[in-house]
């Protein structure tokens, strides 16, 4: 279990699991998930790009729905699941869209995808599926100024189909 | 065959150990002043330097934008990198290649042509010499210049340059990694700047005790002259304080910018210099029919997803700088200038989230810089708030563009006009003499502002008149550019400067001219057009899309098409769309062709040509910036929406140029090309034209009812 020093005066204790390990958090239940991913954990690749529940740069997953992290305080996550990009592949290796991401070369600066990767995730544990309409609707959340949006949609198709275990050329 | 004359960076830079090392377990160094700004340039540098020296690509270690060594090769930017570093590399890995080749044939007691490089081992007759790059390494000075001597490959020779290597810095990103934003270090200190809202703004006061109260732990409060500051060990701590001073700033003086900045009226009110430039023979009479219309584009703003981030260390005199700048040599020269550290300063380029322009990394650079020398012997991380990232921001520049033209009676322009008002579209650190740091002006003693900014001159692209001047066939063109200046806030270069807006008037008023005329807008267009490339990017997107489609025209669906060659000697590009239009404008599908030469990685470029229509599309349809109660009122991205994903139409590339050519940049060509593709799409959808920029749903509305 990971503790990080206590941060004010507050004795308060918060108890999270961030990629399958319970964490023991001191201090300042109001500081948001993110800061703590971020500065306490080492977690670094969910992202900061507003703070303001707008751009989506910093979505995780709490018990398997995509959040924003920025804005949540750890305080009110008491207990929950926590799961960033570096836990995505469950310990095994990249995860199925983020290998998707590589074969499809969705991305220019890399900025937004942690925050897509999430998303996209959460939309394939239900729908391997998608059409590119649920692709849309499930990203739309998500802001990338380097306009990889397109390839990201295939790149969900493609992981989608190989999480069917079909390999499906017809989604390249 | 590429013609071996030496490319300016390697007369700037000329010893090949500038460009080239060998290193332990068969790395191979290549070192490059051009910065990886998310475009994908490492990955086409690599792939040169892999093809020039015959190595796997895998093997090579790109040093990029670090002042402490390699070469100099001033700013990234205007789409000229693969030609000019990718030059200087292909030459000096020729040369290397060409060295060790001699020198082994030399120890082999062989003819060097008898020899070939196979992944960087000498090879003889199909057999293995025992002789490699690496053991040959320390018996040749790469300490040498380059002599440009050695041969480099022919197109038709490439195995690696035309193939899609897989970008170099994807798999580290996809993890999670490889940004400025995740550095650490044990002695880091985190800081905001509380920013100016305008020119010259004095802070009265700043309610020290309320911001340290939402920080609700302990942080520092540095003032001097205008500039505060705020530091402390936890960042989240600091971000917060950052977030309530700048309610709590209480700003005076200087110059508050009025509600209608963003306005033709406002940029037309301002001081301007204005010249005359007459190309071709003028008509001997002027009375033929005459077409004329004016068009806008707002100040807009680069809006790059991750907020601007720098680190800084000062210990024992010196200065070393971390930042995603475009221009680690122009930063390190200005840092040291206005921090009186003369050959002590070193930039060390690291990566951010995706560069389109003048951002604020130099800007924090100087923030981070500063605070160092304040708090020697730490580490001092700054980044800009989201706010700040809208504010306190350089802006894209205005344009008013006025087109006239005077037809023939064979209904072809006799005379051409362009009239193009803009502030300057450069104010990076080090133009007009100045250092152009934010911050430096809100400390004491701040230099003073140059008395004149001029634009970038012609020769060097133009800034507001980058594509000013059409490429079609006009027998006699005036350009007449006013340099809105001085203006009391810092524009400077937005994705294609003055491109982006030319081409969006040029092509909306061809397709004017074509209905003027009577005429088909493509083929109008081809009519006026004798450049062979030109011709055949605009053919293949009207081939395409399946120009000009059957929708009636003022019926709520439209295709437009929309050309240009950037900076008219970078790539060509034609773009098509097609439209509905409502009470909103939906993008259905865009095609484009572009012919950029020899392409070192065609996905790349793709990508890049596919994420400029976005960002363009975006530009043309959401994008201005507000300004109320004397500052930039559109702070976060509810009030300044872009294109999201729900609004992504699909979108197809066609390359249409042909690998013997040289290459030619690709990171902008798409921009006015969309735009004006867009433009003319809507005007045929509404049956009425809308001239200024966004084509928001406030002005369809207007149009509609008009
Ligand atoms: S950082 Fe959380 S949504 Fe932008
Ligand atoms: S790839 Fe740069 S913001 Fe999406």
């Given at each position: 279990m990971t503790t990080t020093p206590a941060t004010a005066d507050d004795t308060t204790e918060t108890i999270l699991i961030v990629n399958g390990a319970p964490v023991r958090l001191a201090g300042d239940p109001t500081r948001p998930l993110l800061a703590v991913l971020r500065e306490e954990l080492g977690l670094v690749g969910t992202r900061f790009g507003c703070g303001q529940e707008q751009c989506g740069a910093c979505m995780v997953l709490i018990d398997g729905e995509p959040v924003y992290s920025c804005s949540r305080e750890i305080g009110a996550l008491a207990g929950r699941s926590i799961v960033t990009v570096e836990g995505l592949g469950g310990g095994r290796g990249l995860h199925p869209l983020q290998q998707a991401l590589l074969d499809e070369q969705a991305g220019q600066c890399g900025y937004c995808l942690s925050g897509m990767m999430i998303s996209g995730a959460a939309l394939l544990e239900r729908n391997r599926r998608p059409s590119r309409r649920e692709i849309l609707d499930a990203l739309d959340r998500h802001l990338c100024r380097c306009g990889v949006h397109n390839r990201v949609v295939r790149a969900v198709r493609r992981a989608g189909a190989a999480m069917d275990g079909l390999v499906d050329e017809g989604t390249a | 065959m590429i013609p071996n004359t030496l490319p300016q960076s390697l007369i700037d830079n000329p010893l090949l150990s500038d460009w080239i090392g060998f290193e332990p377990e068969g790395r191979v160094r290549v070192s490059t002043g051009k910065v990886e700004i998310g475009q994908g340039i490492l990955t086409a540098l690599v792939q040169i330097a892999a093809e020039e020296l015959d190595?796997?690509?895998?093997r090579i270690r790109t040093v990029s934008g670090e002042t402490s060594g390699g070469p100099n090769e001033g700013v990234t930017a205007g789409s000229t990198s693969v030609a000019m570093s990718g030059a200087a590399i292909r030459l000096a890995c020729a040369e290397v290649r060409a060295l060790f080749l001699a020198h082994g044939a030399d120890r082999l007691g062989v003819?060097?042509?008898?020899l070939v490089v196979e992944d960087g081992r000498l090879r003889r007759d199909g057999r293995?010499?025992?002789?490699?790059y690496w053991s040959l390494a320390a018996e040749i000075d790469l300490t040498r210049p380059a002599t440009g001597g050695a041969p480099a490959k022919s197109p038709?020779?490439?195995?690696?340059?035309?193939?899609?290597?897989?970008?170099?810095?994807?798999p580290a990103k996809i993890e999670g990694r490889g940004f400025i934003h995740d550095m650490v270090a044990p002695d880091l200190v985190h800081a905001r700047i509380v920013h100016r809202p305008w020119r010259d703004a004095r802070l009265a006061s700043l309610d020290e005790a309320a911001v340290r109260r939402a920080a609700g732990l302990p942080i520092e409060i540095l003032r001097e002259g205008d500039f505060a500051a705020l530091l402390g060990e936890r960042e989240f701590a600091v971000q917060r304080a950052a977030l309530i001073a700048r309610e709590k700033a209480v700003w005076e003086g200087g110059t508050p910018l009025p509600d209608?900045?963003?306005?033709p009226d406002w940029v037309l009110a301002q001081p301007s210099r204005t010249r005359v430039v007459d190309t071709g023979t003028p008509p001997e009479r002027e009375d033929g029919e005459v077409v004329s219309a004016t068009y806008w584009r707002p100040f807009q703003t680069y809006g790059s997803i991750g907020p601007s981030c720098a680190l800084a260390r000062f210990e024992d005199g010196q200065l070393t700088v971390w930042s995603h700048t475009q221009n680690p040599y122009a930063l390190r020269e200005q840092l040291a200038r206005c921090l009186g550290l003369d050959g002590a300063v070193t930039v060390l380029h690291r990566q951010a989230a995706g560069c389109y322009g003048h951002n604020t990394a130099d800007d924090a650079a100087f923030d981070a810089a500063f605070l160092a020398t304040r708090r020697p012997g730490r580490t001092v991380r700054v980044l800009f708030t989201r706010e700040d990232e809208f504010m306190a921001a350089p802006f894209g520049a205005a344009m008013v563009i006025g087109l006239r033209a005077v037809l023939g009676p064979d209904r072809r322009p006799a005379s051409w006009t362009i009239d193009i008002a803009s502030p300057v579209h450069s104010n990076r650190p080090g133009s007009h003499g100045h250092h152009g740091f934010r911050s430096r002006e809100a400390l004491p003693d701040p230099p003073p502002q140059p008395v004149i900014r001029n634009d970038n001159p012609d020769a060097a692209g133009g800034g507001a008149t980058r594509n000013g001047y059409a490429l079609y066939d006009l027998p006699f063109h005036r350009l007449i550019h006013r340099t809105v200046d001085p203006v009391p806030l810092r524009t400077s270069s937005l994705r294609g400067l003055g491109a982006y807006a030319n081409i969006f008037a040029i092509e909306s008023f061809m397709d004017e001219l074509a209905e003027a005329a009577g005429a088909d807008a493509v083929a109008y267009r081809l009519s006026l057009m004798s450049d062979p490339r030109a011709r055949a990017v605009i053919e293949a997107a009207a081939e395409m899309c399946g120009w000009p489609g059957d929708a009636p025209r003022g019926e709520g669906r439209g295709l437009g098409l929309g050309f240009g060659r950037y900076k008219n000697r970078a790539a060509y590009m034609a773009v098509a769309a097609e439209v509905e239009v409502d009470e909103a404008v939906r993008l259905v599908r865009i095609w484009g062709a572009a012919d950029c030469?020899?392409?070192?990685t065609p996905d790349g470029a793709k990508n890049q040509l596919e994420g400029g229509i976005i960002q363009a599309a975006s530009w043309a349809l959401k994008e201005e910036l507000r300004f109320a109660d004397g500052k930039v009122a559109t702070t976060n991205w509810d009030d300044y929406p872009i294109l999201r994903f729900s609004e992504m139409p699909e979108i197809e590339i066609r390359l249409v140029g042909e690998s013997r050519d040289p290459p030619l940049g690709v990171g902008e060509a798409a921009m006015g090309p969309t735009a004006a593709a867009i433009g003319n799409a809507v005007a045929r959808a509404l049956g009425t034209r809308i001239r200024a920029l966004p084509l928001s749903r406030e002005r369809i509305m207007a149009a509609l009812l008009a």
């Amino acid at each position: 279990m990971t503790t990080t020093p206590a941060t004010a005066d507050d004795t308060t204790e918060t108890i999270l699991i961030v990629n399958g390990a319970p964490v023991r958090l001191a201090g300042d239940p109001t500081r948001p998930l993110l800061a703590v991913l971020r500065e306490e954990l080492g977690l670094v690749g969910t992202r900061f790009g507003c703070g303001q529940e707008q751009c989506g740069a910093c979505m995780v997953l709490i018990d398997g729905e995509p959040v924003y992290s920025c804005s949540r305080e750890i305080g009110a996550l008491a207990g929950r699941s926590i799961v960033t990009v570096e836990g995505l592949g469950g310990g095994r290796g990249l995860h199925p869209l983020q290998q998707a991401l590589l074969d499809e070369q969705a991305g220019q600066c890399g900025y937004c995808l942690s925050g897509m990767m999430i998303s996209g995730a959460a939309l394939l544990e239900r729908n391997r599926r998608p059409s590119r309409r649920e692709i849309l609707d499930a990203l739309d959340r998500h802001l990338c100024r380097c306009g990889v949006h397109n390839r990201v949609v295939r790149a969900v198709r493609r992981a989608g189909a190989a999480m069917d275990g079909l390999v499906d050329e017809g989604t390249a | 065959m590429i013609p071996n004359t030496l490319p300016q960076s390697l007369i700037d830079n000329p010893l090949l150990s500038d460009w080239i090392g060998f290193e332990p377990e068969g790395r191979v160094r290549v070192s490059t002043g051009k910065v990886e700004i998310g475009q994908g340039i490492l990955t086409a540098l690599v792939q040169i330097a892999a093809e020039e020296l015959d190595v796997a690509p895998s093997r090579i270690r790109t040093v990029s934008g670090e002042t402490s060594g390699g070469p100099n090769e001033g700013v990234t930017a205007g789409s000229t990198s693969v030609a000019m570093s990718g030059a200087a590399i292909r030459l000096a890995c020729a040369e290397v290649r060409a060295l060790f080749l001699a020198h082994g044939a030399d120890r082999l007691g062989v003819p060097a042509e008898s020899l070939v490089v196979e992944d960087g081992r000498l090879r003889r007759d199909g057999r293995d010499t025992g002789h490699d790059y690496w053991s040959l390494a320390a018996e040749i000075d790469l300490t040498r210049p380059a002599t440009g001597g050695a041969p480099a490959k022919s197109p038709t020779q490439y195995r690696v340059v035309g193939t899609d290597l897989p970008r170099v810095d994807l798999p580290a990103k996809i993890e999670g990694r490889g940004f400025i934003h995740d550095m650490v270090a044990p002695d880091l200190v985190h800081a905001r700047i509380v920013h100016r809202p305008w020119r010259d703004a004095r802070l009265a006061s700043l309610d020290e005790a309320a911001v340290r109260r939402a920080a609700g732990l302990p942080i520092e409060i540095l003032r001097e002259g205008d500039f505060a500051a705020l530091l402390g060990e936890r960042e989240f701590a600091v971000q917060r304080a950052a977030l309530i001073a700048r309610e709590k700033a209480v700003w005076e003086g200087g110059t508050p910018l009025p509600d209608d900045t963003n306005s033709p009226d406002w940029v037309l009110a301002q001081p301007s210099r204005t010249r005359v430039v007459d190309t071709g023979t003028p008509p001997e009479r002027e009375d033929g029919e005459v077409v004329s219309a004016t068009y806008w584009r707002p100040f807009q703003t680069y809006g790059s997803i991750g907020p601007s981030c720098a680190l800084a260390r000062f210990e024992d005199g010196q200065l070393t700088v971390w930042s995603h700048t475009q221009n680690p040599y122009a930063l390190r020269e200005q840092l040291a200038r206005c921090l009186g550290l003369d050959g002590a300063v070193t930039v060390l380029h690291r990566q951010a989230a995706g560069c389109y322009g003048h951002n604020t990394a130099d800007d924090a650079a100087f923030d981070a810089a500063f605070l160092a020398t304040r708090r020697p012997g730490r580490t001092v991380r700054v980044l800009f708030t989201r706010e700040d990232e809208f504010m306190a921001a350089p802006f894209g520049a205005a344009m008013v563009i006025g087109l006239r033209a005077v037809l023939g009676p064979d209904r072809r322009p006799a005379s051409w006009t362009i009239d193009i008002a803009s502030p300057v579209h450069s104010n990076r650190p080090g133009s007009h003499g100045h250092h152009g740091f934010r911050s430096r002006e809100a400390l004491p003693d701040p230099p003073p502002q140059p008395v004149i900014r001029n634009d970038n001159p012609d020769a060097a692209g133009g800034g507001a008149t980058r594509n000013g001047y059409a490429l079609y066939d006009l027998p006699f063109h005036r350009l007449i550019h006013r340099t809105v200046d001085p203006v009391p806030l810092r524009t400077s270069s937005l994705r294609g400067l003055g491109a982006y807006a030319n081409i969006f008037a040029i092509e909306s008023f061809m397709d004017e001219l074509a209905e003027a005329a009577g005429a088909d807008a493509v083929a109008y267009r081809l009519s006026l057009m004798s450049d062979p490339r030109a011709r055949a990017v605009i053919e293949a997107a009207a081939e395409m899309c399946g120009w000009p489609g059957d929708a009636p025209r003022g019926e709520g669906r439209g295709l437009g098409l929309g050309f240009g060659r950037y900076k008219n000697r970078a790539a060509y590009m034609a773009v098509a769309a097609e439209v509905e239009v409502d009470e909103a404008v939906r993008l259905v599908r865009i095609w484009g062709a572009a012919d950029c030469g020899l392409v070192i990685t065609p996905d790349g470029a793709k990508n890049q040509l596919e994420g400029g229509i976005i960002q363009a599309a975006s530009w043309a349809l959401k994008e201005e910036l507000r300004f109320a109660d004397g500052k930039v009122a559109t702070t976060n991205w509810d009030d300044y929406p872009i294109l999201r994903f729900s609004e992504m139409p699909e979108i197809e590339i066609r390359l249409v140029g042909e690998s013997r050519d040289p290459p030619l940049g690709v990171g902008e060509a798409a921009m006015g090309p969309t735009a004006a593709a867009i433009g003319n799409a809507v005007a045929r959808a509404l049956g009425t034209r809308i001239r200024a920029l966004p084509l928001s749903r406030e002005r369809i509305m207007a149009a509609l009812l008009a």
